[in-house]
Structure formats: structure tokens, C-alpha cells
């Protein structure tokens, strides 16, 4: 993988398998914060497809994960037992009847979220269980777990951005009150037409990086964890994948 084929390919397994070339059914590695962003979005992308309940599930993901204050351990012990009870059922609509109640005893999902009970096939359930679970696990995940068709080559360079190019950390002084607090509102709100407004923000404060400004401008696409605007959130120097 180069950057020429990064920038072009549709193969999104190649790219994650680029960023996170250890990753094996055997893997430990800890879960970035980006992996459960990305999974979420090609969730959202599948939207129509999943049960009611891995539907709930996600939402769940996004309440837990989606922001950038911490969640309380209970709740996310809660969500991450009933995540694992997805891959571990047949994904027949009594099994799925039975864990969607659990979400709702729990007050963890509506009974309108979890109101569509529908069976699939053995082979469709695999992919759309780990799917809604993968958001939970603490590891990194085993992509190809996932079918092809779930996964998004446009997706991942919204979210893990570009691993051949390594921004340094925003300058003290691009950080104004009002690009953080366009950023902040962008973040919670995910209005991301606002980021045209941002871009001119930050260039106004004197950002110089084009790859930033560039992206925000780039018309639609945009998700939660979109790289350029992690990049503005971020607190300390890191990679942004």
C-alpha cells in the first residue's frame, strides 16, 4: 500500500489491514477510538439491513463511544454483555425478541428502537452481530469478519485520514475561542455543513495546513470521528489513526 493507492482504492480491507497490520482473530491489541467510529458509520451506511435490535445496538455505541467525555463502567459493562450475546445467538427472531428485551429491562434502548424483529439468514447474521458488537469489544477487530459490502474504502479515509501524511498538533494560536467552539458545536451536533464554516475560521486564525482545509471543503461524506475535525478537537500530539 502507497499513498497513490491509498488516495484511489476501493478495497477498505487493504487499507485497514495497512493501518492495523497485526490484526488476526489472536489479536490484543486495544481498540482505537477511530476503529469504533468507523464501525459505526459502515453501521449507519447499513442502516436498512440490520434488526431492530443490532439498530439498538449501534445507537447504544454511539451514546457510549460517540462522545468525547467518559462513560460511566457500568454502562459500558452493561452494553458490552449484551454486544457478545449478538454473536453468540443464532439470529433467529426468538433469540432476537429475547435480547431485545433485555435492552429495554435495562433502559439501555426504547421498545420502538427495538420494535423490528425480523429473522436472517445464518450466514447475513455473522456479519450484521459483529457488526453491532465490534463497537463494544476492547480488542481490535478482525475486519474481514465483516462482509465487503458492510465495509467503505471512502469511509476509512474519512476516519483514519491519511497515513503517509502526519500532522503536527494545531498551533496554540489557530485554537481561537470561536474555532473551538465551531469544533465543539460541530462535534456534538454533527453538523458537518458548519465545517465550510470552520475552515474559514481556522484560515482566518492563520492554519496553513491545505490537507485540513482542503477536507472540510470537500463537500459531503463527512462522519462522526472525520479526521480533520478529531485533528481540531485533539488535546495532545498524536497519530490520527
Known sequence: MDEATWRTTDDALAMLAHLFPGDSLGSVEPQPRQSRLYLIACARRSWDRLPGVCRAMVKLAERVYGGRAANDRETRAESYSLAESL??????????????????????????????????????????????????????????????????????????????????????????????????????????????????ALQDAGCDEREVLDHFRGGRGHVRGCWALEWVLAHSPRRLF
Open 87 to 200: 454473536v453468540h445467538c443464532r439470529g433467529d427472531a426468538e433469540d432476537l425478541r429475547a435480547i431485545a428485551r433485555e435492552l429495554v429491562a435495562r433502559e439501555l434502548a426504547t421498545v420502538e428502537e427495538v420494535r423490528e424483529v425480523k429473522a436472517v439468514s445464518a450466514d447475513e447474521w455473522v456479519g450484521f452481530a459483529h457488526l453491532a458488537f465490534y463497537p463494544f469489544d476492547h480488542i481490535q477487530p478482525y475486519f474481514p469478519r465483516l462482509p465487503r459490502d458492510i465495509h467503505s474504502a471512502e469511509l476509512v479515509r474519512e476516519v483514519f485520514g491519511n497515513p503517509f501524511r502526519k500532522l503536527e498538533p494545531m498551533r496554540p494560536e489557530w485554537r481561537t475561542d470561536n474555532v473551538m467552539a465551531l469544533a465543539k458545536g460541530i462535534d456534538a451536533e454533527q453538523d458537518y455543513q458548519a465545517l465550510l464554516v470552520l475552515a474559514d
